[in-house]
T-cell receptor, first 108, second 112 residues
Framework: KNEVEQSPQNLTAQEGEFITINCSYS?????LHWLQQHPGGGIVSLFM???GKKKHGRLIATINIQEKHSSLHITASHPRDSAVYIC??????????FGQGTRLTINP | EPEVTQTPSHQVTQMGQEVILRCVPI?????FYWYRQILGQKVEFLVS????????KSEIFDDQFSVERPDGSNFTLKIRSTKLEDSAMYFC??????????FGDGTRLSIL
């Protein structure tokens, strides 16, 4: 069983829709990260969370430590949001364990 | 904004050859990492490095792999005798303690 599971694996939506990507983990963590990977392969850190909720522009990330679950939301989605979104958790201070990613496609 | 820089962007090497992947982390960062992503698979942790020594490594990081910080700026990953299954995208990252890790754009390694 993977330590970090994401759902859905693939998501296609129309521009403007509200997007939710889910992440569940089965291990103890010190922090959870949401990352964005573009088609060229580069990885960008979006959020690091250890509790509660964070917002940056149209992106919102939440985490429920008791339920070992996090969600990434995108409001007013746009075709430029099309990318692979990856959930990763810190086991201890440094090592990141990654989910398999969610491929998001936003159609105009 | 400061960036993690990786070179080369694409490396093609014959099986059995040694390869060195290079990274320049962000200058005030103290922790350095290598990850790999085999095509179509998830990103996997290889090794973390702090205070001039390996602080953690995965089971993937066997004797064929080594890391080095040869000077104050570069951080390298060496694969001694490459295998076909080493073909992957290799990402370097750096961080200040528990801060988010900053990733480079990756080096695509192709083993022929």
């Amino acid at each position: 069983k993977n330590e970090v599971e994401q759902s859905p694996q693939n998501l296609t939506a129309q521009e403007g829709e509200f997007i939710t990507i889910n992440c569940s983990y089965s291990v103890g963590i010190s922090a959870l990260h949401w990352l964005q990977q573009h088609p060229g392969g580069g990885i960008v850190s979006l959020f690091m969370l250890s509790s509660g909720k964070k917002k940056h522009g149209r992106l919102i990330a939440t985490i429920n430590i008791q339920e070992k679950h996090s969600s990434l939301h995108i409001t007013a989605s746009h075709p430029r949001d099309s990318a692979v979104y990856i959930c990763a958790v810190n086991q201890g201070a440094q090592k990141l364990v990654f989910g398999q990613g969610t491929r998001l496609t936003i159609n105009p | 904004e400061p960036e993690v820089t990786q070179t080369p962007s694409h490396q093609v090497t014959q099986m059995g050859q040694e390869v060195i992947l290079r990274c320049v982390p962000i200058s005030n960062h103290l922790y350095f990492y290598w990850y790999r992503q085999i095509l179509g698979q998830k990103v996997e942790f290889l090794v973390s490095f702090y205070n001039n020594e390996i602080s953690e490594k995965s089971e993937i990081f066997d004797d064929q792999f080594s890391v080095e910080r040869p000077d104050g700026s570069n951080f390298t990953l060496k694969i001694r005798s490459t295998k076909l299954e080493d073909s992957a995208m290799y990402f370097c990252a750096s961080s200040v303690e528990a801060r988010p890790q900053h990733f480079g754009d990756g080096t695509r390694l192709s083993i022929l």
